[in-house]
């Protein structure tokens, strides 16, 4: 079955340490986004990528980096930079290249900081 | 910028109730619109989407219009059960601008609405 699959499912992370969250995706979808789920905020964009080897900026991405060397994977490193890092983290991925495709989310990952 | 307002929850229901959320958008083009669920623990599911004026996004009982005159697109759902209990969000996709390449279907969400529907 098609669809995205994002690991480990729960993260624990001591401060101080980067942490790399796993996204990947057999849909052949062109475009990966990596959201941030905190309660009462809904989701906020951290990074996005159109195609591979490119990728952009989104609302929050101080603290974040990402990579996108294949189609299929899309992972995002949470630094030590990050002042805040606690919260659920949702991988996205679109055929892209107009504004009415749906995005298909991954199960997400809780990352919680010791 | 792009924004999404939506009613703040948490909303209770009994079942068989109907379920209004209302959700309101602001965009400088043309966006498309959606209703995506989250159940608990899990990722969003996509609900509904309207792409275009007075269009009508339907599914599993629940509809929105796209009305761009009010700009809204509020969730409505007749008769609730308790399967509903969730996570809903409004989001807008930022219209296409030959111009630049930052807008290029990028979901801009709502904060959420939780509803709850109790037996």
């Known amino acids: 079955d098609g669809g995205i699959t994002q690991s480990p499912k729960y993260l624990f992370r001591k401060e101080g340490q980067n942490v790399t969250l796993s996204c990947e995706q057999n849909?052949?979808?062109?475009?990966m986004y990596w959201y941030r789920q905190d309660p009462g905020q809904g989701l906020r964009l951290i990074y996005y990528?159109?195609?591979?080897?490119?990728?952009q900026k989104g609302d929050i991405a101080e603290g974040y980096s990402v990579s996108r060397e294949k189609k299929e994977s899309f992972p995002l490193t949470v630094t030590s930079a990050q002042k805040n890092p606690t919260a659920f983290y949702l991988c996205?991925?679109?055929?892209?290249?107009?504004?009415?495709?749906?995005?298909?989310f991954g199960q997400g990952t809780r990352l919680t900081v010791v | 910028g792009d924004s999404v307002t939506q009613m703040e929850g948490p909303v209770t229901l009994s079942e068989e109730a109907f379920l209004t959320i209302n959700c309101t958008y602001t965009?400088?083009?043309?966006?498309?619109l959606f209703w995506y669920v989250q159940y608990p623990g899990e990722g969003l599911q996509l609900l509904l989407k309207?792409?275009?004026?007075?269009d009508k996004g339907s599914n599993k009982g629940f509809e929105a219009t796209y009305r761009k005159e009010t700009t809204s697109f509020h969730l409505e759902k007749g008769s609730v059960q308790v399967s509903d209990s969730a996570v809903y969000f409004c989001?807008?996709?930022?219209?296409?601008?030959?111009?630049?390449?930052?807008?290029?279907?990028?979901?801009?969400f709502g904060a959420g609405t939780q509803v709850v529907v109790t037996p």
């Open positions: 996205a991925s679109s055929i892209g290249g107009t504004a009415d495709t749906e995005a298909f």
């Open positions: 849909l052949n979808h062109d475009a």
């Open positions: 990528s159109q195609i591979v080897n490119d990728f």
């Open positions: 965009a400088t083009g043309y966006p498309s």
């Open positions: 309207a792409t275009k004026a007075d």
């Open positions: 989001a807008l996709s930022d219209p296409f601008n030959p111009m630049t390449t930052d807008s290029w279907g990028k979901l801009q």
